[in-house]
């Protein structure tokens, strides 16, 4: 008597399964995050760093519970960009805020256990503060929006009011 084989020829299923792997990896779009777009200054070895009068920083911290300190006092992210545009604009001529808007530094410094919401939320503000004062200068200048301006008129503005955050390294700090 003669027994019958029962194999299946399993030839073609190694093409098979790598023709589905290629579709699946043409196919497949991975999300990746962008992060923040900030223009870094070039680095430069011989520039020696100056000293900033505390009158022209804006010390802004985030603490690990979210919490903001700005100039010493705890304020809520609502109040941040009101602040920081008041800071920068200095209208009332105060002694404790700098007299133009180029000496003018804003410092931001977070705790390494600060939320990731909160820190964009916060350097959201910050930009928004400088885009309203942008936005203000180029009306009153130029009698349109700065989105409208050309790139020189745009620079005039930029020079004048320049974009000054400076970023410090994460620590460990709490708001007692």
């Known amino acids: 008597m003669k027994r019958f084989d029962n194999q299946i020829n399993a030839g ?3 093409d098979i399964a790598f023709l589905l792997l290629i579709f699946f990896l043409v196919t497949t779009t ?11 200054p070039p ?11 505390p009158r022209n920083v804006f010390s802004v911290k985030v603490n690990s519970n979210n919490e903001l300190l700005v100039r010493k006092e705890p ?3 609502s109040r941040l960009k009101e602040r920081t545009v008041e800071f920068i604009l200095n209208p009332n001529q105060r002694g404790d805020m700098p007299n133009s808007p180029k000496k003018a530094v804003v ?20 930009k928004a503060a400088y885009n309203t004062i942008w936005q203000e200068e180029a009306l009153k200048r130029y009698g349109k929006t700065y989105e409208n301006l050309n790139r020189e008129e745009k620079k005039s503005i930029r020079s004048d009011i320049p974009l000054i955050i400076s970023e410090a390294d994460p620590t ?3 708001l007692k």
């Open 43 to 53: 680095w430069d070895d011989e520039q020696i760093l100056q000293p900033v009068p």
């Open 75 to 77: 304020i809520p992210i």
């Open 30 to 40: 991975i999300d990746v995050d962008k992060g923040i777009t900030v223009k870094l």
């Open 12 to 14: 073609s299923m190694a």
């Open 107 to 126: 410092s931001l410094q977070n705790d390494r256990e600060t939320n990731y919401e909160t820190y964009i939320a916060v350097y959201n503000e910050l």
């Open 172 to 174: 460990d700090f709490a």
